[in-house]
């Protein structure tokens, strides 16, 4: 117990040190899921609804044929020309979330946009139906 209590201090201390010198700790909801050309995370749907309000991540629906959007989406790009539309998408470095229907094709549209350089990507679990089972609605 006594090592625990001397660590402690220690995490603290470096916490302090780096984000005086300006780095910062980044929590990203979500899990890891690694693809072959990077990474993005696997996030639910109540780690969804914050994002949701965030001015700065961009929301895509990538199901076909169109069956509604989860409130707040911001673009809609079938999950198979997400690659020829990345011009409508921001910057690589940008937070992008992803969902379908289910998983099937935002799973491919996060793996086509790790695969073209973007670095935080988000999928939603269980996409729209995910959404509804946990009593929310779609817009249509």
């Known amino acids: 117990m006594q090592r625990l209590r001397a660590t402690v201090p220690t995490l603290v201390a470096m916490a302090l040190v780096s984000a005086s010198c300006g780095g910062s700790v980044v929590s990203r909801p979500g899990l890891e899921v690694n693809t072959e ?4 995370r696997e996030i639910s749907v109540a780690e969804l609804v914050p994002l949701l309000d965030d001015p700065q991540i961009t929301v895509v629906n990538t ?3 169109f069956e509604g959007d989860i409130p707040g989406t911001d673009l809609s790009i079938p999950y198979d020309q997400i690659a020829a539309n990345l011009d409508q998408l921001p910057d690589p470095d940008s937070e ?3 969902y379908c229907k289910g998983e099937g094709m935002s799973t491919i549209a996060a793996e086509t946009l790790t695969q073209s350089g973007y670095t935080a990507v988000y999928k939603v679990d269980g ?3 995910g959404w509804e089972e946990a009593g929310n609605l779609l817009d249509s």
Do not use: C
């Open 37 to 40: 050309w990077g990474s993005y």
């Open 63 to 65: 199901h076909i044929p």
């Open 96 to 98: 992008i979330v992803v």
């Open 127 to 129: 996409g729209m139906i």
